[in-house]
């Protein structure tokens, strides 16, 4: 069965950084596009960063110069580096992963790991 799990929340202070993991497995063939959501209590939750095949990325504004998303194709991994992290990056971050189609549109992923938690004080 398809399957997400990430690794590497935490608890920090502002200012210091963050790397989430995200390894998927059980997928069926290569054209698998992934990215970063996170919520915050009471807020909806966003899209952070996505990327396509050709290593090319997008951010949210909010975290535009402080998050960096890569991936590791043959791993099935897919990486967030935060740096400079603030107390408003607090959230619930979930990988999520859709099987062809764009990678841009936030509203078409549909496979979601079970969320890693980072916590900025």
């Known amino acids: 069965h398809v399957q997400l799990v990430e690794s590497g929340g935490g608890s920090v202070q502002a200012g210091e950084s963050l790397r989430l993991s995200c390894v998927a497995s059980g997928f069926p063939g290569n054209n698998l596009y992934m990215a970063w959501f996170r919520q915050a209590p009471g807020k909806e939750r966003e899209g952070v960063a996505a990327i396509d095949n050709a290593g090319s990325a997008t951010y949210t504004y909010a975290v535009q110069g402080r998050f960096t998303i890569s991936k590791d194709s043959a791993k099935n991994t897919v990486y967030l580096q935060m740096n400079s992290l603030k107390p408003e990056d607090t959230a619930m971050y979930y990988c999520?992963?859709?099987?062809?189609?764009?990678?841009?549109?936030?509203?078409?992923?549909?496979?979601w790991g079970q969320g890693t938690q980072v916590t900025v004080s």
């Open positions: 999520a992963a859709v099987l062809g189609g764009s990678c841009w549109n936030w509203n078409g992923y549909n496979y």
